[in-house]
């Protein structure tokens, strides 16, 4: 059998896509919270208050509020982050689900605003600390292991103005204060972290849609942003492993595998320099502790200067992850050459790929790349992997039995189920697998509801409409049979 005896199946989400509750039991406002809805065509907008006015921005990579601005919540937008699908009040019934499926872990993340409301407070917020530990005790109760992630596009909106989305230092201590408080707080209850979700997207979309915002400013943004949240991280591993050694720790990048679109050899190095513009910029850091030799190149054409003391460096070294996690949606295609077949969806550009089918969203589906992927990484850094987010986002309905059949995306996760098995048998050390949105939630890209990913349907509209009952769909079934053959019955 080609899965792991022990193999970690299940299923992931991310709390501000999910809890709802935006503003209850003493929690504060994150970025998310002042973040509008929007639609493939539309981008979602980041609202703020401004000489007293209110006003909105493109909430787009490279972009941010104006000077002088400050997020705040216009009551004529609608904010889909504000009730998700409230898992805040049906954690139990979700999280039962999930058992009933056999999950044998749940990836969700903390908000850092229960925790500490605006970021910089002393003490942590009982009432927020109290959530997560019944959240917790709920898996523990169905021997389900929880993977947390400490952050997840979620900074507290108060920080991130004070410390200009992590342009100043001490961004650095309030994230590690944060992280100690949960390490303390939930030990023998937690065994798996993440630090930052997709910590390689500020730079990714830079360089996804480079055309529209590429100026030496943002990239100086960027890799200040980048260098203080690993350190952030390094600091964090240190502390968790201090605290208890059975904690595992991961970092989470988002991989989008890149392919040249021809043989010519300019082609080829702008792809292999492509993969070293984030995902192996990142994972070096993170899984090797220190800067790679490229890195000085990557600075250099955008005029980058980066504050980064000896004892970062020193805690980069000491700081390096247990494991290596990461999304895997799909792939990407780039060239020097002039091309008209261009992709155009949220989070995904350039060349169209004449081999593979596209999502509404104008995501590539292709599990041969999560192959790909896996066998690159395991011989980079030879650690052990988990692949902590894939899934098909895709418009289901309710069939006129009254149930939703969503065969696309069986065939779609069935693929990659496959597509792992093979890496497996090529020697790659893969631990676990999380599929995303387990249960419909809101989409981070575009805000929506009506991009659904999961196992489990939550009845809520695009516009916030719904009675927010929780139905099964085909692929429930199917999971479940998945899981309790270990990966045999695809
Ligand atoms: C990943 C994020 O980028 O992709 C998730 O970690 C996100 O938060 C997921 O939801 C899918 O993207 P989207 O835009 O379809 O929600």
Known sequence: MTFPKKFLWGGATAANQIEGAYDVDGKGLSVTDVTTAGSLKAPRMLTYKLNGKLGKTPALPGAGLPAGAEGAIDPNEYYPNHVAIDF?????????????????????????????????????????????????????????????????????????????DWQDRPMVDEFVKYAKVLFEEYKGLVKYWLTFNEINSSLLMLNLFGNSV??????????????????????AVKLAHKIDPNYVVGNMICGIVDYPLTPDPKDIMLNRHSWERDIFYCGDVQ?????????????????????????????LAEGTV????????????????????????????????????????????????????LEVMNDRYELPMMVVENGLGAVDK????????????????????????????NGVDLIGYTTWGCIDL?????????????????DRDDEGKGSLKRMKKDSFDWYKKVIASNGADL
């Not at 002039?338 to 995501?363: H, I, M, Q, R």
């Not at 809101?442 to 939550?458: D, E, W």
């Open 88 to 164: 805040y009040h049906h954690y139990k019934e979700d999280i039962k689900m999930f058992a009933e499926m056999g999950f044998k872990v749940f990836r969700l993340s903390i908000a850092w605003t229960r925790i500490f409301p605006n970021g910089d407070e002393e003490k942590p917020n009982q009432a927020g600390l109290d959530f997560y530990r019944k959240v917790f005790e709920e898996c523990k109760k169905y021997r389900i292991e929880p993977l947390v992630t400490i952050s997840h596009y979620e900074d507290p909106l108060h920080l991130s103005e004070k410390y200009h």
């Open 214 to 235: 590429s100026n030496d400013q943002v990239y100086q943004h960027a890799y200040q942003k980048l260098h203080y949240q690993f350190v952030a991280s390094a600091r």
């Open 287 to 315: 899984c090797k502790g220190k800067y790679p030799a490229y890195a000085k190149r990557l600075w250099q054409e955008h005029h980058v200067k980066l504050d980064i003391t000896d004892q970062d460096l020193i805690d």
């Open 322 to 373: 247990d494991m290596y996690t990461f999304s895997y949606y799909m792939s990407n295609v780039l060239t020097t050459h002039e091309v008209t077949d261009k992709v155009n969806g949220n989070f995904a550009a350039g060349v169209k790929n004449p081999y593979l089918s596209y999502s509404e969203w104008g995501w590539a589906t292709d599990p041969d790349g999560l192959q790909y992927y």
């Open 398 to 425: 309710i069939s006129d039995d009254g149930k939703i059949h969503d065969d696309y995306r069986i065939d779609y996760l069935r693929q990659h189920i496959q597509a792992m098995e093979k890496a497996i048998d």
């Open 442 to 458: 809101i989409s981070a890209g575009t805000g929506q509801m009506s991009k659904r990913y999961g196992f489990i349907y939550v």
